[in-house]
């Protein structure tokens, strides 16, 4: 697997061809799958990613529904909407886009969206269940991640893994995940002393920090493969990731490209998400 680039097209394909198929027998015997986003914000990139979703939902069979409460919504207000959706039977997912208006968390509001919808892992309940082994829908992003690894034949029984992120969305549910399939895992942070001594002798780095160019040669294990989490904006439009490529390559046998690599699978998991949830499937 030597200098591999580990995209992620061809498998977010695979998986949306997958969830089309689901989705039209669901229709077929009238559960139409339906999924709906809330956006409290008035972020031209988050409103970008929201109308990618719904194009890509509308493509496969799914109605994806936007309600957009703006950038000044209150706590209460969100709240309620995702309340109100919980309890809706015609919805089967629901997503809150962040960011958030000041003084809103998505660990709070998260918490208002019913597990059995939570298809993007917003719940912390959805965390808990996951790191006690239950079933749950983990972030669509941490998910990609395993998923990528997968398809691309890494083992990860017995192999070492490092994560760089401890956030909720990303590096605390990619390491329950990589536990889960028998890896031994180092979570690492801000705080995490000598960090490249650390990450360069695992077999696998996930690098989810939101930092541009953190990972060089020096925090890659020869042969090791870099899975790269990070969506960071350049002054051109373009897309970053946290790792170096040109550096890591250097070391590494697989990287995963940005853009081309999670980001693709996310959302084709989100919505096979979706339609799992419109299944009754946790």
Do not use: F
Not at 186 to 213: E, K, Q
């Amino acid at each position: 697997m030597s200098g591999l680039l580990l995209g992620g097209r061809e498998l977010a394909a695979a998986i949306r061809v997958e969830t089309a198929e689901r989705a039209a027998a669901l229709t077929a015997a009238g559960t139409p799958p339906r999924l709906t986003v809330v956006v409290a914000t008035d972020d031209e990139a988050s409103a970008w990613y929201v109308r990618s979703i719904g194009t890509a939902a509308a493509k496969i069979g799914i109605t994806c529904d936007v309600i957009e409460l703006g950038g000044d919504a209150d706590v209460a207000t969100i709240r309620a909407t995702l309340t109100r959706l919980s309890a809706d039977d015609l919805v089967h997912g629901i997503i809150l886009q962040t960011p958030l208006p000041a003084g809103a968390t998505l660990e709070d509001l998260g918490g208002a969206i019913a597990v059995e919808k939570d298809v993007d892992g917003a719940n912390p309940l959805s965390l808990g269940r996951l790191a006690a082994g239950l079933p749950a829908y983990p972030p669509a992003t941490a998910a990609a991640v395993l998923a990528l690894l997968d398809h691309h034949g890494v083992e990860l029984a017995g192999r070492r893994a490092a994560v760089i992120g401890r956030s909720t969305v990303v590096g605390k549910p990619v390491a329950h995940l990589l536990l889960d399939r028998h890896a031994t895992v180092t979570v690492c942070h801000s705080r995490t002393p000598d960090l490249a001594a650390v990450t360069a002798t695992a077999d696998i780095l996930v690098a989810a920090a939101g930092r541009p160019g953190l990972v060089t040669a020096e925090h890659v294990k020869r042969g090791g493969v870099v899975v790269d989490v990070g969506t960071n904006p350049t002054p051109d439009g373009g897309l970053v990731g946290d790792a170096d490529a040109d550096s890591v390559a250097e070391r590494a046998a697989g990287l995963t490209p940005v853009p081309g690599g999670v980001g693709p699978v996310t959302t084709a998991l989100l919505l096979n998400h979706t339609v799992r949830a419109a299944a009754g499937r946790l």
